[in-house]
């Protein structure tokens, strides 16, 4: 893969996840809405049993706001706000859970093994603030499959980036045509060993096979850096009936998608 089409990840990149200034969204689907602040990006879900919100950015209400205000701004009820599933224990994802927890009473998933790591290894230990702040009700693990009515999401264990991190592959309408959506839970292989990176790649590889066998043609990220994502939103967000949807990839998209965590990996472990 050519290096100038490969994302480059910068510390300025890590200092963004904390800027709250200003935040994007997008209805990218009739059933799904993505909102971001500068780096990091969470979706959320129509299903007939209520919404789902994935990931929750940053631990500040100022996230928790601009969530409601896209959820708001498309004529969806926040009010219907009942599950917050989760990719990682990384306080950039869990974020403002805990607001929707509160609010909404919203029954929460993660995997075991990241609700201990998330308490264990607070991504920020310097910063309180951030510290794991709401409980997990609903344990989830490879296999799983979380049913909301008419709509299920299928649950991958991807341990690397976190020991116990999730990747889920879910359905989506545009115009009423159904569209297979994967989100790969943690976009970078861990810092440190090279066994975590080994472990990331397998990973990948097993969430590549899992979309192939879903015919997954929608590509999702956590994160705007792997996806122009802040770009894209704008796009979607002014798009006119005639132009196409960007986040529908095809499944040979999707596997380039896949091409480039691979690369960034393997980078890693030529370092
Ligand atoms: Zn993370």
């Given at each position: ?31 799904l809405l993505i ?6 990006n969470c979706f959320v879900w ?6 789902v919100v994935f990931d929750a ?26 599950k917050l599933v989760l990719t ?5 994802h ?15 998933y ?43 999401i ?14 889920y592959?879910f ?10 959506a994967?989100l790969?839970g ?34 999702l990220?956590n ?49």
């Open positions: 893969m050519e290096l100038r089409k490969i994302p480059m990840l910068s510390s300025e990149m890590i200092k963004n996840m904390e800027d709250m200034n200003f935040f994007v969204y997008s209805q990218i689907f009739d059933d909102i971001a602040q500068k780096e990091t129509k299903t007939s049993d209520g919404l950015i940053w631990p500040d209400k100022a996230v928790y706001d601009a969530i409601i205000n896209a959820i708001q701004s498309v004529g969806w009820n926040p009010d219907n706000i009942n990682h224990g990384h306080c950039d869990t974020g403002c859970g805990r607001w929707f927890v509160e609010k909404h009473g919203a029954k929460t993660l995997s075991r093994i990241d609700d201990i790591f998330w308490k264990e290894h607070p991504t920020k230990p310097n910063l309180p603030d951030t510290w794991k702040d709401f409980d997990i009700n609903c344990y989830i693990q490879d296999g799983d499959t979380i049913t909301c009515r008419n709509k299920d299928y649950v991958y264990g991807t341990p690397g980036h976190t020991p116990g991190c999730l990747s592959i359905p989506v309408t545009e115009n009423g045509t159904k569209h297979m994967a790969f943690g976009a970078t292989p861990p810092l440190g060993t090279a066994d975590g990176v080994k472990q990331f790649l397998t990973s990948l590889e097993y969430f590549r096979q899992k979309a192939k066998e879903k015919h997954v043609d929608v590509g990220c994160h705007t850096v792997f996806d122009n994502g802040i770009e894209r939103i704008s796009y979607s967000a002014k798009r006119l009936a005639y132009m196409p949807n960007i986040y529908i990839i095809g499944n040979d998209g999707f596997e380039k998608y896949c091409d480039m965590f691979q690369a960034l990996a393997e980078a890693k472990l030529l370092k």
